[in-house]
């Protein structure tokens, strides 16, 4: 079966990173499309639904998630898993674009403290959303489990220690203050699709 997304190029700056993104034919674009899926990717990191997210449909991503691009909801897990590694600094930040030319293009751009903890997050959020959309059959991600391997990676890329273990605990339950921000969202459709699990489980989420 086909992968959801193919990641065309990679572009690093100073403090950003942008990739393209191809949601590959047959595949959904839209978040509605596969309201399971998007549940699946919801359970995997409920804190995504908190996210600040300035589209048409609110201000966090809760009220757009039942009904945005595919290639967004990419973005806020990306954010989330450098946000539980501790590692990702006072603000994390992303938008998403489509790209003229193509429905299922889109640019992805995300704060970039570190090459290796932004690539690393959205290669490993790639991967969730491959099992959340394509293979629901197989054993769920391990987020715990790649947010460690991604934080002890970036450590010791930077020739540093995690003697203290914590520090993607302590970050995480300080994301209220520190909390990712989208400044740029598509605008939404419509509003999450009625029974949608956001509306109800994610809507009482406060981080």
């Known amino acids: 079966m086909a992968d959801l997304f193919n990641i065309m190029k990679i572009h690093v700056s100073a403090d950003k990173l942008r990739a393209r993104v191809l ?4 595949m959904p674009v839209r978040t509605s499309e596969d309201i399971e899926a998007t549940a699946r990717v919801y359970y995997l990191a409920p804190a995504i639904a908190q996210h600040a997210c300035y589209g048409d449909a609110g201000e966090k991503f809760q009220d757009c998630m039942g009904d945005t691009e595919v ?13 539980e590694t501790g590692l990702a600094g006072d603000i994390s930040s992303g938008r998403t674009r489509g790209v003229s030319e193509d429905p299922r293009l889109f640019d992805i751009e995300l704060s970039c403290p570190d090459d290796a903890l932004t ?8 991967f969730m959303m491959q099992w959340a959309f394509v293979h629901p059959d197989t054993p769920a ?18 020739g540093e220690d995690d003697s203290a273990g914590n520090g993607a605990d302590e970050s995480a339950d300080g994301a209220e ?16 699709a009625e029974g949608a699990v956001f509306g109800g489980a994610a809507a009482g989420y406060q981080g």
């Open 23 to 26: 949601v590959n034919p047959g």
């Open 71 to 83: 290639a967004h909801l990419l973005e806020h897990l990306t954010v989330e898993l450098m946000i």
């Open 119 to 126: 690539i690393g997050a959205l290669s490993s959020a790639v």
């Open 141 to 158: 991600p391990d987020v715990e489990g790649t947010v460690a391997a991604l934080r002890s990676l970036v450590l010791s890329l930077r």
């Open 177 to 192: 203050d520190g909390a990712p921000i989208d400044t740029e969202a598509p605008a939404a459709a419509g509003e999450p």
